[in-house]
């Protein structure tokens, strides 16, 4: 046993584990260079059954993974199928190879790599989290091209800690789960899908702990707390024995929460305190209602605009956001409009490039812009309202008459659907409050809509001046700085000077550490990712 090394990283899903270290680095496919000229059809022939075998394996994994009640990950198998058979990813690696006379495998792992980096680039935390999606998708057809085996990770023997600089979906599914005792990665956060998936297997997962990962590769023993986002490679006997009382302690925990999924949030004087879930496709609504979701905080739209041709239609965004109205039933579902960077193309609109997209041209400032844009979903939110509790909010607010356009825009499409004899249902219109500018004014706010919802993410990056992606300033990135509090205090004053009440959905909203506070401000939902939510629910009871 070598000498203790202690590895600080993201708190991925929580519990504690110990065991043998299995190092996991995983070889690429190698694709082959150039095709002659002659062998162009051939290969992109090659390329399309590929797909194919790819686009099914994915789709039989998903069904064989709903059926096994596993919603959360056969949702992310689905969106991989849809991935693979995307038309718009296959037109650019025909072209390539018809162009440049590229291999189908070196051609599938570019255009992946250049859809990966869009994703990677933006400012939403679960939408850069998909690039890994992409990556892992092209790799499989690259490797299925060439026929080689896609991993060694089946080999693994006794149960172990897994090492590996990243763990993908693809890599995850092929896992003897009864060998998996933990997970360590350099790379990934929160929403990356081995954290989700982590959490919805119950394995304990720390992640983001960087290069330190390397030298832990030879240690024989490793030991880990998902809760505390830490683990320590070659541990002492004293060290040793602590976790062994943190894992019995832990597993305790774990039986203990599950009996709080699906009570109502209540502090233990009566306060009622909703707790919702956080979603970035339909395909989650279900999972969430199984973790004990009394609704839905936070329905991000965004994937319904993501790498395609062309901008989706009223229709196509009528039946998404039903779908998960149609879930939730008589609970709420709130509705976030459109907010896509600066840093990322939407079909057919002319975007200039800006030096600092997180501060541009984003969210309701984009919106109001692009009315058919705006009004087009606007309209479908209206029409999947009639069939469910469906409310609306609006991101990226600083001002009044920002808030007060929107409301324009949503009356004059209830008045085109009402004239159309189409039906639609009553719909509260609230606004994030995720600028400073919008927590000093929320006094004005309020007077304007129906809620606020806290973007606490966005919020505490804007007031402390500190990127939430930056390594380096993660210890001045805190939900609990004093000026971040106050901003959260002062809109809870003033929505309830209103009459209006107030949610929380970024990651301080299913903190344990933050949960107390944001109660105690005066916060009445907290919307967060679906695990999060027995937490959650066991903390108000307490409070």
């Known amino acids: 046993m070598g000498i203790p090394l202690k590895l600080s990283g993201v708190a991925a899903s929580e519990?504690?584990?110990?065991?043998?270290?299995?190092?996991?680095?995983?070889?690429g496919p190698r694709p082959a260079g150039n095709v002659p000229e002659g062998a162009v059809e051939e290969e992109i022939s090659r390329?399309?059954?590929?797909?194919?075998?790819?686009?099914?394996?994915?789709?039989?994994?998903?069904?064989?993974?709903r059926e096994a009640g596993s919603g959360e990950e056969a949702a992310i198998f689905e969106a991989h199928a849809e991935i693979a058979g995307d038309p718009e990813l296959a037109a650019e690696v025909e072209r390539r190879v018809r162009e440049g006379r590229e291999g189908a495998g070196a051609a599938v792992l570019a255009v992946g790599e250049e859809y990966a980096?869009?994703?990677?680039?933006?400012?939403?935390?679960?939408?850069a989290a998909r690039a890994d999606d992409v990556r892992d998708v092209a790799a499989q057809i690259a490797t299925e091209l060439v026929g080689g085996p896609s991993s060694g990770i089946e080999g693994l023997d006794r149960p172990s800690v897994i090492l590996a600089r990243n763990l993908l979906p693809s890599d995850t599914a092929r896992l003897p789960r009864e060998k998996?005792?933990?997970?360590?990665?350099?790379?990934?956060?929160?929403?990356?899908?081995?954290?989700?998936?982590?959490?919805?297997?119950?394995?304990?997962?720390?992640?983001?702990?960087?290069?330190e990962l390397e030298k832990a590769f030879g240690a024989s023993v490793v030991a880990l707390d998902g809760g505390e986002g830490y683990a320590v490679a070659d541990p002492d006997p004293g060290t040793l024995e602590l976790f062994e009382r943190r894992r019995r302690r832990s597993d305790a925990?774990?039986?203990?929460?599950?009996?709080?999924?699906?009570?109502?949030?209540?502090?233990?004087d009566g306060r009622r305190i909703e707790v919702s879930a956080n979603l970035g496709s339909p395909e989650e609504a279900e999972e969430a209602l199984s973790w004990g979701a009394?609704?839905?905080?936070?329905?991000?739209?965004?994937?319904?605009?993501?790498?395609?041709d062309e901008l989706p239609s009223e229709e196509e965004q009528y039946a998404a956001y039903r779908r998960v109205v149609e879930v939730f039933g008589e609970r709420p579902v709130i509705v976030r409009t459109?907010?896509?960077?600066?840093?990322?193309?939407?079909?057919?609109?002319?975007?200039?490039?800006?030096?600092?997209?997180?501060?541009?041209?984003?969210?309701?400032?984009?919106?109001?812009?692009?009315?058919?844009?705006?009004?087009?979903?606007?309209?479908?939110?209206?029409?999947?309202?009639?069939?469910?509790?469906?409310?609306?909010?609006?991101?990226?607010v600083t001002g009044v008459e920002e808030v007060r356009a929107a409301r324009e825009h949503l009356e004059e499409c209830r008045r085109e659907l009402e004239e159309e004899g189409t039906p639609c249902g009553p719909l509260e219109a609230g606004v994030m409050i995720e600028t400073p500018a919008a927590a000093i004014?929320?006094?004005?706010?309020?007077?304007?809509?129906?809620?606020?919802?806290?973007?606490?993410?966005?919020?505490?990056?804007?007031?402390?001046?500190?990127?939430?992606?930056?390594?380096?300033?993660?210890?001045?990135?805190?939900?609990?700085?004093?000026?971040?509090?106050?901003?959260?205090?002062?809109?809870c004053e003033a929505a309830r000077e209103a009459g209006i009440w107030v949610g929380a959905c970024g990651e301080a909203a299913g903190d344990p550490g933050m949960i107390p506070y944001l109660v105690r401000l005066g916060v009445t939902e907290l919307s967060m990712s679906p695990p999060s939510i027995p937490r959650a629910k066991k903390i108000l009871s307490e409070l």
């Not at 980096?117 to 935390?125: G, I």
């Not at 009394?294 to 993501?306: A, N, W």
């Open 180 to 211: 998996v005792l933990g997970f360590v990665t350099a790379e990934g956060s929160r929403t990356s899908h081995v954290a989700i998936m982590a959490r919805s297997l119950g394995i304990p997962a720390v992640v983001g702990v960087g290069e």
């Open 294 to 308: 009394e609704g839905v905080g936070l329905f991000r739209t965004e994937f319904l605009f993501m790498e395609r």
């Open 117 to 127: 980096r869009s994703f990677a680039a933006m400012d939403d935390e679960y939408m």
């Open 15 to 27: 519990g504690v584990a110990v065991g043998p270290a299995y190092v996991y680095a995983p070889r």
């Open 253 to 268: 925990e774990a039986a203990l929460l599950k009996e709080y999924r699906h009570i109502e949030g209540r502090t233990r």
């Open 338 to 396: 459109l907010d896509v960077g600066g840093d990322k193309d939407l079909p057919g609109i002319d975007r200039p490039a800006e030096e600092n997209p997180f501060l541009g041209w984003r969210g309701i400032r984009m919106s109001l812009d692009l009315p058919d844009l705006f009004r087009t979903q606007l309209r479908a939110v209206l029409r999947a309202a009639a069939h469910g509790n469906l409310k609306v909010m609006f991101p990226m």
């Open 47 to 65: 390329f399309r059954r590929a797909v194919e075998a790819v686009r099914e394996r994915l789709s039989e994994t998903a069904a064989r993974l």
């Open 441 to 491: 004014l929320a006094g004005e706010l309020a007077r304007e809509v129906s809620f606020f919802s806290i973007g606490t993410n966005d919020l505490i990056q804007y007031t402390l001046a500190a990127d939430r992606g930056n390594e380096r300033l993660r210890r001045l990135y805190r939900a609990d700085h004093p000026a971040v509090l106050e901003l959260i205090r002062h809109t």
